[in-house]
């Protein structure tokens, strides 16, 4: 039994001082319980918070970057692809608006555009993704669809997409509810035939349909720890409405289904085949909806992913000036890391120029282009920090040796 320890009482719950329950003196005829002080204290940090929460939203909404600010910005780092950073300038933009319109009370109900994007490897999606990140108030993330699988089977389940953009915004629901999922490799969850399935197609057909929901938008149980390995965990209810959904791929092989659509194939003598060629690599700005249907995506996802956009290959030019123009460029990168060793290291317009034809020799993109220049600098990276030196200049020629002493030539793709 508590014992009485003074004759102080509290004044909000009248409970006496006792050693379970000490009643401090906290004014002049103001007398608090430690149970009083906790809950005012609990009562004081939720008001702080949820006023910090509000005002954070409205001050984030005060500057909406319009569209051609979030392109400009792209610009800065990505090199090339203006349609796609167009239609992803537009698509952010109109989230932003999404976000305000609904808030306000009107009979009109801007419904949301998904994007999807098409494109080869190396071309830049998912760099344009991890680049308009940076500009966004609203929460972010860039998830893989090769590990979801249908319910029921090994693999992660398509609620797991919720589940990392809830830890990005730290389990903030009302905050998940605005953001932007980008979801990567969507053409590997095309079913393996253009005819329905009539068994279980647990890695294609049966995770788009488990994605209908999430892209149209309603109401989804998730699991925080993500999965079934926590059976018991309690799910957290997730309203998809406002979540705004890009998904990109390389759907490698769909220039097939697009050339057969065009009928681009010319039989006969006389046919310029540097044309042919140009012609064949440009197939993929003219990609429509029932190409994709014809890849393997069922009509209902393609259906709600009504912005459909492309990326161009990679020209020698385009290869040249991602090289050295962005902020982020790969010859900026090796030159920083140089300086900090106390190295000034220079890069001729021929070292500059072969690097570029042999990324396009390889097919490798501009993904190719790291891969080049880490196999040219590594022996120097090795040698220079323990040598006396302060400027460090590659040439053609030792490009052309460090990638015969590499075995690079080993790894050309035929045409």
Excluded: W
């Excluded at 494109?119 to 108030?137: E, V």
């Amino acid at each position: 039994m508590a014992t009485r320890k003074t004759g102080l009482t509290c004044s909000m719950c009248g409970a006496h001082d006792s050693s379970s329950t000490p009643v401090v003196k906290v004014l002049e005829g103001l007398n608090l319980c430690t149970d009083c002080i906790s809950f005012i204290d609990n009562a004081r940090d939720s008001q702080l918070k949820a006023a910090g929460r509000k005002g954070a939203k409205q001050e984030g909404l005060k500057e909406i970057p319009k569209p051609m600010e979030i392109k400009a910005f792209l610009d800065e780092y990505i090199i090339g692809q203006d349609e796609a950073k167009k239609y992803l300038s537009v698509a952010v933009y109109n989230h932003y608006k999404r976000i305000t319109q609904a808030e306000t009370k009107d009979d009109v109900d801007i419904e949301k555009s998904n994007i999807v994007m098409v494109g080869p490897t190396g071309t830049g999606k998912t760099l344009l993704a991890k680049t308009i990140a940076r500009l966004l108030d609203v929460p972010f993330t860039i998830v893989d669809a090769t590990v979801l699988t249908e319910a029921g089977y090994v693999g992660e389940d398509i609620e797991s997409l919720l589940t990392r953009l809830l830890q990005v915004c730290d389990y903030d629901v009302e905050k998940a509810q605005r953001g932007i999922v980008f979801i990567d490799e969507i053409d590997k969850i095309a079913r393996k035939s253009d005819n329905p399935s009539i068994t279980r197609d647990v890695s294609g057909e049966g995770v788009q349909q488990g994605l209908l929901k999430l892209l149209e938008g309603s109401v989804v149980l998730v699991p925080p720890n993500g999965g079934r390995k926590h059976p018991e965990q309690k799910m957290i209810p997730v309203d998809t409405k406002n979540i705004l959904f890009i998904c990109g791929g390389a759907f490698d092989g769909i220039e097939r289904k697009i050339a057969s659509r065009l009928n681009t194939h010319v039989v006969g003598y006389g046919h310029n085949e540097a044309d042919r060629k140009r012609q064949r690599e440009n197939l993929m700005r003219y990609v429509m909806p029932q190409d994709l249907k014809s890849f393997g995506l069922i009509p209902e996802i393609i259906g709600r992913l009504p912005v459909l956009t492309s990326l161009e290959p990679l020209d020698k030019a385009a290869l040249r000036r991602i090289l050295t123009e962005p902020k982020n460029a790969i010859i900026r990168q090796y030159k920083k890391m140089f300086l900090l060793d106390g190295v000034e290291l220079e890069f001729a317009d021929s070292a500059l120029d072969l690097i570029v034809d042999k990324a396009v020799e390889y097919k490798l993109g501009a993904r190719g282009l790291r891969s080049i220049v880490e196999t040219i600098m590594v022996d120097a990276m090795y040698e220079v920090p323990s040598q006396p030196v302060k400027k460090f200049t590659v040439d053609a020629a030792y490009v052309a040796e460090k990638l015969e002493k590499a075995h690079f030539e080993k790894t050309k793709i035929a045409d």
